[in-house]
């Protein structure tokens, strides 16, 4: 079973930006990222599927964007004008879908990672 690490959370300020990471152990899984914020349901923020397609939840278009390091088994997100409604755990997700058909579901995905915070302030 593949297993997932994240990196790279923290705490910054309104507009600010931050870069998360995913190493992952076995490669030619779908990737996404996904966040709970406290006292909601964990979301789908951004996914990328095996051939580098991406899909993004609408309140991040524009501002976030996943890719993925193959030689260094790394998936990444950039974030770049951050609100304080984007504060939450992020955590990695390892799916084994061929497509991004329900990439931003939590339950298309077998494998999570332990999460990790971002906390934008105002």
């Known amino acids: 079973q593949v297993k997932l690490q994240e990196s790279g959370g923290g705490s910054v300020q309104f507009g600010g930006s931050l870069r998360l990471s995913c190493t992952y152990s076995t490669s030619g899984y779908c990737m996404g990222w996904f966040r709970q914020a406290p006292g909601q349901e964990r979301e789908g923020v951004a996914a990328?599927?095996?051939?580098?397609?991406?899909d993004y939840v609408e309140a991040v278009k524009g501002r976030f964007t996943i890719s993925e390091d193959k030689a260094k088994n790394t998936v990444s997100m950039q974030m770049n004008s951050l609100k304080p409604e984007d504060t939450g755990i992020y955590y990695c997700?390892?799916?084994?879908?061929?497509?991004?058909?329900?990439?931003?579901?939590?339950?298309?995905?077998?494998?999570w990672g332990q999460g990790i915070q971002v906390t934008v302030s105002s």
């Open positions: 990328i599927d095996r051939n580098g397609r991406t």
């Open positions: 997700a390892a799916g084994r879908q061929y497509t991004l058909l329900g990439a931003l579901e939590p339950g298309t995905y077998v494998t």
